[in-house]
């Protein structure tokens, strides 16, 4: 049975890497909805009955009212838009958000800021050459009903239906970003009990909170624990493939390389808002170690280019065993300083 003394410290616990969370980072959410130019058809819609189509034979379902590529800008700013996000959060308490540390923030509002407009921009072209584009694809469709053995005249009529009006059009489309400031979720409150009813009331709402705190612990843990081994695994990964260009070339390592490398450290620096010490620090010396030196320098000495593979491969495995623990000193270290503001205004 869990005492009041042990409630408060998992609450005290909760609020601690809650309120770590919250002054790190913001939750983001992006939609970007624009028409697919699909419709759904039927047996019916090519005038059979559904007992005479067999599956074998014909495939219904979606159908592109028009070509693929009339709508290939948005397809292109859907991808771009959800590999930006992606490439500066983590997947919040699965998938509710995406938690955006705040040293990203500047630059993730930046990039999107100008997807928006290039979203805009596509949206006013394709409404200017909408009406011709269904002309032309209604005309197609024609052609093509016309060797069908079905009801022709239906089908097209299910095809125009589906071209939204032209004045309209415009509302099919929509680029939206909403950041969410994550908060502590307020105590369920207790009212004094009277009668018998009253207590089972507040026996009931008191279970419910406790497992929702504890529920809120275990998401808590696991979101940081994941945060942290995706970062130490993100590492390996590029230390790798690091590994196997140089092997792979014949000219030794390239600028390019060596840049790559450095640029993944200040994107870690900036998404390692769990406080992974220990790999920071890794990543730090290395830099400072062999990210000082040009690939051409590299290239001429044959024992500093040994020094390099040596501290790549050294690199990596530190970051496989890194990511094979379970984090338990980052998350033990994250509470703490999650707690420090707790205990400043209790």
């Not at 090519?46 to 074998?56: E, F, I, N, Q």
């Not at 009212?191 to 504890?214: K, L, N, Q």
């Not at 890794?282 to 390099?308: I, V």
Request: net charge neutral; glycine share 8%.
């Amino acid at each position: 049975m869990n005492t009041p003394q042990s409630q408060n410290q998992n609450q005290n616990q909760n609020h601690s890497l809650l309120d770590g969370i919250c002054r790190r980072g913001v939750l983001v959410a992006t939609s970007v909805r624009y028409w697919r130019g699909c419709k759904r058809l039927n047996p019916e819609d090519l005038g059979l009955g559904p007992a005479h189509v067999s599956d074998r034979l014909i495939q219904l379902g979606h159908k592109r009212l028009v070509p693929r590529d009339a709508l290939q800008a948005f397809a292109l700013i859907e991808s771009r838009v959800q590999a930006t996000v992606e490439s500066s959060s983590f997947p919040f308490l699965g998938g509710i958000g995406r938690f955006v540390p705040n040293p990203r923030l500047g630059d993730l509002n930046d990039k999107l800021g100008k997807l928006e407009k290039e979203f805009r921009d596509a949206t006013l072209d394709f409404a200017v050459g909408y009406a011709p584009l269904r002309d032309s694809a209604l005309a197609e469709w024609r052609e093509a009903a016309r060797h069908l053995n079905g009801n022709a005249e239906h089908l097209i009529a299910t095809i125009e239906q589906s071209f939204p009006p032209s004045g309209e059009i415009v509302k099919r489309f929509a680029f939206d970003v909403r950041m969410f400031q994550i908060a502590a979720p307020e105590n369920i409150r207790l009212e004094v009990a009277e009668g018998m009813a009253e207590i089972e009331i507040a026996d009931d709402r008191r279970r419910i909170a406790e497992d929702a705190s504890r529920r809120l612990q275990a998401d808590l843990d696991g979101f940081i624990r994941e945060s942290v081994a995706t970062m130490r695994e993100e590492t390996a990964r590029l230390v790798s493939e690091v590994l196997a260009t140089i092997d792979g070339s014949e000219h030794g390592v390239h600028q390019r390389t060596l840049n790559r490398l450095a640029t993944f450290i200040d994107s870690f620096r900036s998404l390692n808002f769990a406080g992974d010490q220990q790999l920071e620090a890794t990543l730090e010396r290395f830099r400072r170690d062999l990210l000082t030196r040009s690939a051409e320098d590299y290239r001429k000495d044959g024992a500093a280019m040994a020094s390099l593979t040596e501290g790549l491969n050294r690199l990596r495995e530190n970051a496989v065993q890194l990511a094979r623990s379970d984090a338990r000193e980052v998350l033990a270290r994250f509470g703490q300083m999650g707690g420090r503001k707790l205990a400043a205004v209790g």
